[in-house]
């Protein structure tokens, strides 16, 4: 059963601005915003801007229901600790992220760089998100 006592909003809020922030930068020409473009065959700098920030606004949207649904989960199976944190993050990500991206990526006819480069920005979120929302009770 889904239990919503005992989720700490606070963590999901913090959850949220670190999955927004760290986003913000992975895929900034800054981070690995010029290899995603390069894979992708996507110019940000072409897109539109009222298109991009219709993106923008709802990948932010889905980070915090994204951090909302893992907090959830993590409160659920009563997870606590880092180790528990960490352990269940990893395997959320690979089970929901790692592998259903796999079929997307192949149908889209990208690469496994690009696979990697996408599923290892959630890997690092999920897991510092996991943490916070298993320690912070």
Known sequence: MIEFS???????????VISVVLGSFW????????????LSSVDMMKTPKDE???????????????ALAL???LNSLHVSGMDQGIVASLVL???F????????TLY??????????N??????????NGIILSVWK
């Open 71 to 73: 907090g959830l989960v």
């Open 93 to 95: 990500w690979f089970g």
């Open 108 to 117: 889209q006819r990208q690469s496994w760089k690009f696979w990697w480069l």
């Open 119 to 128: 599923a290892s920005f959630f890997l690092i979120v999920m897991v510092i």
């Open 27 to 38: 895929y900034s020409p800054a981070g690995f915003g010029k290899l995603w473009s390069k």
């Open 6 to 16: 005992g989720l700490n909003i606070w963590a999901v809020l913090v959850a949220w």
């Open 97 to 104: 992220t790692a592998l259903t991206t796999v079929g997307n």
């Open 52 to 66: 991009a920030t219709r993106a923008i606004l709802f990948v932010v949207i889905a980070s915090l229901l994204q």
